[in-house]
């Protein structure tokens, strides 16, 4: 093995990817995460490059697994201790020049969506 020549040190982020490329949103039925976020993106870059790098990053402790971080789930005002409590998009429904988008709400929270006409 060879030492690395430089070390990235930083986050971690997942990227979820569709399954089934070529549809739209509503019509995905399946995400695959994929681990990234921008020291990781770079050390994978040089790596391919030819220069020896490495990855040295600190991911919290997920007790129910979903990916995100106590603090994230507090945010969201989701129990990190319950894989069932998650704040996620059940259903979008598009129509002409509308689009809804349910999801179970958390009492007390109030919620944003952001979007953008094209």
Do not use: H
Not at 60 to 67: A, K, S
């Amino acid at each position: 093995m060879t030492a690395s020549q430089v070390l990235c040190i930083g986050e971690l982020l997942f990227d979820y990817l569709a399954n089934q490329s070529g549809r739209s949103l509503p019509e995905v039925e399946s995400w695959t995460p994929y681990p990234g976020g921008a020291p990781a993106n770079v050390a994978t870059a040089l790596t391919k490059l030819g220069t020896p790098s490495a990855y040295m990053g600190c991911i919290g402790r997920d007790p129910d697994g979903d990916t995100l971080t106590n603090a994230q789930e507090f945010i969201a005002g989701t129990d990190p201790q319950n894989p069932l409590s998650c704040l996620k998009v059940e259903q979008i429904t598009a129509g002409l020049g509308a689009c809804a988008l349910r999801f179970t709400a958390i009492s007390n929270r109030t919620y944003s969506v952001l979007y953008r006409e094209s």
